[in-house]
């Protein structure tokens, strides 16, 4: 397990896997690594520009000498709006990649199946040797996708109740006097 340490052998692995795997598999490992970049962003803006931006939202409202008007109300509604849109960027993207995948991995499941009956029909027999790079481009891309969509499900749900909490939690902190 050390020994994938090595930059040389993890590469070497990395791309013994992808040939398993067929074009489909590197598809899903760019969408996957898109994913991942717009997973750590929104880690990195809960971790601490979260913070930034509510409170600006509250110097906005507390700098307003009228907090009862009608006009006092629809710039509170808007800071509240902004601070949630802020909180929510990519989110949609995310939910959209970790939709996706599981479909690329059925792409290459259906992929690996084509080639599986493609030699199938060139040979003439079901010989297994022979089978046996089409199942794995078959099923290889198949768990890809299932993998990163679940690593993306898991945190687009905490995002999602991160969201939530914060706009509850600024709707409460902008009192209307």
């Excluded at 199942?135 to 905490?158: C, D, Y």
């Amino acid at each position: 397990m050390l020994e994938l340490l090595n930059p040389a052998i993890a590469y070497d692995a990395l791309m013994d896997f992808l040939g398993a795997g067929g074009n489909v598999l590197l598809i899903i490992m760019f969408v996957t690594f898109f994913m991942w970049a717009l997973i750590i962003e929104r880690l990195m803006y809960w971790s601490g520009a979260h913070g930034g931006v509510a409170k600006r939202a509250q110097r906005a409202w507390s700098a307003r000498n009228d907090h009862k008007s009608w006009y006092a109300h629809a710039v509170r509604d808007r800071l509240i709006s902004e601070a949630v849109q802020e909180a929510s960027r990519f989110n949609n993207v995310i939910r959209a990649l970790v939709a996706v995948t599981p479909l690329l991995g059925l792409l290459g499941t259906v992929t690996g199946m084509v080639e599986v009956f493609d030699v199938m029909a060139v040979t003439g027999s079901s010989n297994a040797r022979l089978m046996a790079a089409g199942i794995s481009k078959a099923t290889i891309p198949t768990m890809a996708g299932l993998v990163a969509s679940l690593s993306g499900l898991i945190f687009i749900n905490a995002f999602d109740r991160n969201v939530e909490k914060a706009s509850h939690k600024i709707s409460d902190e902008l009192l209307i006097e």
